[in-house]
């Protein structure tokens, strides 16, 4: 296993913004697929957003994109996810992901490592 470790969470109002940081701890991740999914009691773990290891492709769900921006600092072994215009509906815990490769798609199944989460609340 690999360690993830996210960061950056809290409780903000609607239209506040946070960056959430995720960071390998114990060896690079070379040529993985870094993602975030968030999940709410109840639910499936949903896809938030993705970057390849080159950082030259972005993927990112329907409910987030032009709010949310994933970058990469692959010397830091680290991902971001900056996210705008915050909702109530973004209210979630979110996972930090690595996948080896995309065959099977942007899902939770195919993710090889995951952190612990990090919580994010929106109030009205």
């Known amino acids: 296993q690999v360690p993830l470790v996210e960061s950056g969470g809290g409780s903000v109002q609607t239209g506040d913004s946070l960056r959430l940081s995720c960071t390998a701890s114990?060896?690079?991740?070379?040529?993985?697929?870094m993602a975030w999914f968030r999940q709410v009691p109840g639910k499936e773990r949903g896809f938030v957003a993705a970057?390849?290891?080159?950082?030259?492709?972005?993927y990112y769900a329907d409910s987030v994109k032009g709010r949310f921006t994933i970058s990469k600092e692959n010397a830091k072994n680290t991902v971001h996810l900056q996210m705008n215009s915050l909702k109530p509906d973004d209210t979630a815990v979110y996972y930090c992901?690595?996948?080896?490769?995309?065959?099977?798609?942007?899902?939770?199944?195919?993710?090889?490592?995951w952190g612990q989460g990090t919580l994010v609340a929106v109030s009205s």
């Open positions: 114990e060896r690079t991740l070379s040529g993985y697929t």
């Open positions: 970057v390849t290891w080159s950082g030259d492709t972005t």
């Open positions: 992901a690595a996948s080896r490769n995309l065959d099977y798609g942007l899902s939770y199944l195919n993710m090889d490592y």
